[in-house]
């Protein structure tokens, strides 16, 4: 099967209170306290508002499984939800595929994956000593609703003042010529450039001990898998403000 090329959603979001939640990493617990600090933060500000979570809900942390059945949940009462593409579920999809082999998908965390799904990642290769038969055995066991949902996710959310994504940008290419992989993986392309990014662009991928604020990119990926710190951004009337689990 050849990678299909993801879904790119525009917006407007000038009337629309909008919160952005960084990378969750498997941790259910933190997803949910920062619903609940969202739903009090929403409590003053008019109309329907929406949440936009920007990839890498799996691996690392221990509840993957139950982050993504939380996810295909419907949004809080009053809310919109659009959950982006990271590269732990493009890195999924890739084994699932046959484009990633079982090691080099393990060596990125996705045991703990394995382990929220009722898989033991140690003893499955010594019940199935051929790798075709562990590979097929995986391919199947995993919920095809989850593998569904995974495939389906947006990789970016362009708005007229704001780029939601989940690693960031090319600042040499346009917005319409940027890669899917850069958009899932980039580093030190985007976060080393001098060139004016377009607008404000929101992101994760790379951790750090706080939120990471620049002119124009704010970096939300506060390690919550280890930290416990997950970060959210409220973007409403041209202003921001963040806070944390």
Known sequence: MARQPRPRLTLDIADIPTYAIGDIHGRRDLLVKAEQAILSDAARLPGRKLIVTLGDYIDRGPESAQVIAHLMEPAPEGFDR????????????????????????????????????????????????SGAQLDAFLRHSLPHTHIDFMRAMPIMLDTPSVLFVHAGIDPAQPLEAQTDEDLVLIRHRFLDSRIPLPKLVVHGHTPNDEPEIRARRLNLDTRAFRSGRLTVARLWQGQVHLFST
């Open 82 to 129: 659009i959950c982006l593409a990271g590269n732990h579920e493009i890195a999924m999809l890739d084994y699932i595929d046959g484009w990633l082999s079982y090691d080099d998908w393990m060596r990125i965390g996705a045991a703990h994956s394995l382990k929220s799904y009722g898989l033991d990642p140690e003893h499955l290769p010594l019940v199935f000593p």
